[in-house]
């Protein structure tokens, strides 16, 4: 059920919701306003019962003490949580990691804030998406039928 409501922009603000409109390959500015909505919404699920996945990526400069042992330690210690992290090296002092987090919202969010409070990375970002249970079983196109253990998209 769609539901409809009016508001209101000052011509600057529509003009700026008109470019991210169109930077962003939306057709109209409805579509746009539900992305931004979504966006600002899933910045603040902080559900402590529900699942969810997260992707940290951190910039850091590999000549800071222990930061990478540490960095390792941490996911070690949460390994129930990290599932897997890329390492770029960006130039002969700054590396790029992303994280891949998987678990219940709050425990994610503790261990994402934690990392990127480490001494010495010196950038961050959490993108922290919620994930709806789903269970039952169902079928494949090939003719397999299984419950999947973990939440659905």
Same mark, same amino acid.
């Given at each position: 059920? /769609?539901? @409809?409501?009016?508001?209101?922009?000052?011509?600057?603000?529509?003009?700026?919701?008109?470019?991210?409109?169109?930077?962003?390959?939306?057709?109209?500015?409805?579509?746009?306003?539900?992305?931004?909505?979504?966006?600002?919404?899933?910045?603040?699920?902080?559900?402590?019962?529900?699942? %969810? +996945?997260?992707?940290?990526?951190? +910039?850091?400069?590999?000549?800071?003490?222990?930061?990478?042992?540490?960095?390792?330690?941490?996911?070690?210690?949460?390994?129930?949580?990290? +599932?897997?992290?890329?390492? /770029?090296?960006?130039?002969?002092?700054? %590396?790029?990691?992303?994280?891949?987090? @998987?678990?219940?919202?709050?425990?994610?969010?503790?261990?994402?804030?934690?990392?990127?409070?480490?001494? &010495?990375?010196?950038? &961050?970002?959490?993108?922290?998406?919620?994930?709806?249970?789903?269970? &039952?079983?169902?079928?494949?196109?090939?003719?397999?039928?299984? +419950?999947?253990?973990?939440?659905?998209?």
């Amino acid at each position: 059920m /769609v539901q @409809r409501f009016t508001i209101s922009l000052d011509a600057e603000l529509a003009a700026t919701l008109d470019g991210y409109m169109v930077k962003r390959g939306a057709s109209n500015r409805s579509e746009a306003i539900r992305d931004l909505i979504r966006n600002a919404l899933t910045l603040n699920h902080t559900d402590k019962s529900n699942n %969810c +996945v997260a992707v940290v990526s951190y +910039v850091y400069d590999h000549h800071e003490r222990q930061l990478g042992s540490r960095l390792i330690k941490h996911h070690h210690e949460h390994h129930d949580l990290a +599932v897997s992290t890329l390492h /770029v090296h960006i130039d002969h002092h700054h %590396c790029l990691e992303m994280t891949v987090l @998987r678990g219940p919202g709050e425990a994610v969010r503790r261990l994402a804030e934690a990392t990127l409070a480490e001494r &010495g990375v010196q950038f &961050g970002h959490v993108n922290l998406i919620p994930l709806k249970e789903h269970g &039952g079983h169902h079928q494949h196109d090939d003719g397999a039928n299984h +419950v999947h253990q973990r939440p659905a998209l």
